[in-house]
């Protein structure tokens, strides 16, 4: 064998098994995903072609449109919330940790150790402190003469307290992304900012704020991403079909109802699920892709 | 003045940072000490202290529950997948930073493209994959699906640190006549141990606490990951809160004191992934 040969074969060694992985695992599911979506199904394979019909019934027929929609607008409103309240405690903690007073390593490690815990977990303790009876949060509300709600049983509290939970688990993970940003911002131009007479309020509204924007473009986007794939907590919290009366019902969780069955009823079916999946895939892709653009120019003219 | 002002400010910064700590640590004390708890007790007295701390709720969830069979089967998924995505993902991208050859630029790209596909949504092919090739309900199954998930990362990561290295240290090697594969193993590789960790953690941490994949591919209770065997347990045990209390605390542990140890490279690398 020549040098050159053999060279060429070590190279193609190199990159041969995780080629392979990522053809089997993850290139051959997604192209499969498109093609499926365009399929009935039964039971596990695909048995005739149905053009758009799956796609027509998760969109606008009964009883999947009413259902795919009220999905919709719980992660819309699952993402608003965290981007507003959970990022925004994260911008001001990032902020408090820059000025790296004493104990601010501690705070760190503090602020990020729910991160790193599995969602089940969260989500059971939370469950158990939000017990409307005996948890933690009514007892301690009992303290004051409150009777609080039973939280994860009532419609107006249950989705509310879900993405409480997700802020309590995930808060730290912005917070130490805009503090990572933050840190880049030079000395200089901060010392010169305050040497100018800005107070902390201006400085983090006018001169930090514009300088992390690509920070934010990551948090935004991690935020929208997570958001429109929440399942774990909800599964963890509010059970497979979003109780009470699908009030907590995501799309994550509707998806893996429709194509994987109830608990239940134990149907499975592929083709809506497919659908579903392709959907909510150009969903994420496209709006990722516009917030990304917007965004990246808003960091250029920062 | 001024000084003084600058005094009362940093006052207020470390009271908010105080009741943060609080807000993120009380729950998980009270996880904690609620684990040594009777049910009367929990119900009774939810704030106080535990009247003593045996570990009998403890006991009941490590020798009536299969969680050390949770335990086993969650670190073994973990470090073979780990292992898998750290030797094929460094394979890769050493090939793609050391050396030219055609296509690969197009390689690169596919492996970055897998950055931006979220798995979980191709869960019906890959079960439909896995089935084919008989192995839904294997741990091997769910290696392989973490392995493909993590390679797009390392080889992002790997790629962009290999590249950084020095070409002469490489061309010396060569000239004493050690082959491609000395020369990537006991010289090179060893210099890129700092982004083998970064890349290590980064994949570790999802694979540990994932669900998702487990939900849906394993059926067969011996091979249940932990948080998957988590949600068993809490179903069986769902009127003793002092043994669920327990377990939530057993099964945060592990993963609670290595991060204690090596918080830094933890938010490293876990920041770090995102910050692509």
Request: hydrophobic share 60%; glycine share 8%.
């Amino acid at each position: 064998m020549t040098a050159a040969r053999r060279r060429a074969v070590w190279i193609a060694f190199l990159l041969a098994p995780a080629l392979v992985v990522m053809t089997l695992f993850v290139a051959w599911p997604l192209l499969a995903a498109f093609r499926y979506a365009f399929y009935g199904f039964n039971g596990l394979a695909a048995a005739q072609f149905v053009g758009l019909q799956n796609f027509r019934e998760v969109l606008t027929e009964a009883p999947f449109a009413a259902w795919t929609w009220r999905a919709f607008q719980h992660n819309v409103i699952v993402f608003t919330v965290l981007m507003v309240a959970q990022n925004g405690l994260a911008y001001l903690i990032a902020f408090a940790l820059l000025k790296t007073l004493p104990g601010h390593r501690v705070h760190q490690v503090i602020v990020f150790l729910p991160v790193v815990l599995s969602a089940v977990i969260v989500g059971f303790l939370w469950k158990l402190f939000l017990h409307p009876l005996f948890g933690l949060v009514n007892q301690a509300l009992l303290l004051v003469g409150i009777h609080g709600p039973p939280w994860l049983g009532d419609e107006s509290t249950a989705l509310g307290s879900i993405i409480f939970t997700n802020a309590w688990h995930w808060m730290g993970f912005p917070a130490l992304i805009f503090l990572a940003g933050m840190q880049r911002i030079s000395r200089e131009t901060l010392e010169a900012a305050r040497i100018d007479g800005a107070t902390d309020r201006v400085l983090m509204t006018r001169i930090i704020w514009p300088l992390v924007a690509p920070s934010t473009t990551i948090v935004v986007i991690l935020t929208f991403i997570g958001s429109f794939n929440w399942f774990e907590l909800p599964y963890v919290m509010a059970g497979l079909s979003g109780s009470p009366g699908g009030a907590t019902d995501v799309l994550g969780l509707y998806f893996y109802r429709t194509a994987f069955g109830n608990v239940s009823s134990g149907l499975q079916d592929f083709g809506h699920g497919s659908a579903l999946a392709v959907l909510m895939f150009v969903f994420i892709a496209v709006v990722s892709a516009l917030a990304l653009r917007v965004l990246r120019r808003r960091e250029i003219e920062a | 003045m001024v000084e003084r002002g600058e005094r009362a400010k940093h006052g207020l910064i470390q009271l908010l940072l105080a009741i943060n700590a609080v807000v993120m640590l009380y729950p998980l004390v009270v996880m904690v000490l609620s684990a040594f708890k009777s049910n009367a007790e929990l119900f009774a007295s939810p704030f106080a202290l535990p009247e003593s701390f045996a570990f009998t709720n403890a006991a009941r969830v490590w020798n009536e529950t299969s969680f050390v069979r949770y335990l086993l089967n969650s670190t073994l998924v973990t470090a073979a997948a780990i292992a898998g995505i750290l030797v094929f993902g460094t394979m890769a991208a050493y090939a793609i930073a050391r050396y030219p050859f055609p296509g690969r630029s197009a390689v690169f790209l596919f492996f970055l493209s897998g950055l931006m596909v979220p798995l979980k949504l191709a869960i019906i092919p890959l079960f439909i994959q896995l089935g084919a090739m008989g192995l839904i309900d294997t741990r091997a199954g769910l290696v392989l699906v973490y392995i493909a998930m993590g390679l797009p990362s390392a080889v992002f990561i790997m790629t962009g640190f290999l590249r950084t290295l020095p070409g002469e240290l490489e061309e010396s090697a060569r000239i004493e006549g050690a082959s491609e594969a000395r020369v990537m193993l006991s010289i090179m590789l060893p210099l890129a141990r700092p982004a083998l960790v970064i890349t290590g953690i980064q994949n570790a941490v999802p694979i540990w606490n994932d669900f998702f994949f487990p939900l849906v591919f394993i059926t067969t209770d011996a091979l249940k990951t932990l948080p998957q065997g988590l949600t068993v347990f809490m179903g069986e045990y769902n009127t003793d809160w002092g043994v669920l209390f327990a377990g939530l605390t057993l099964a945060a542990l592990p993963i609670t004191l290595v991060y204690i140890v090596l918080s830094r490279q933890f938010i490293a690398g876990m920041t770090q992934g995102a910050i692509k």
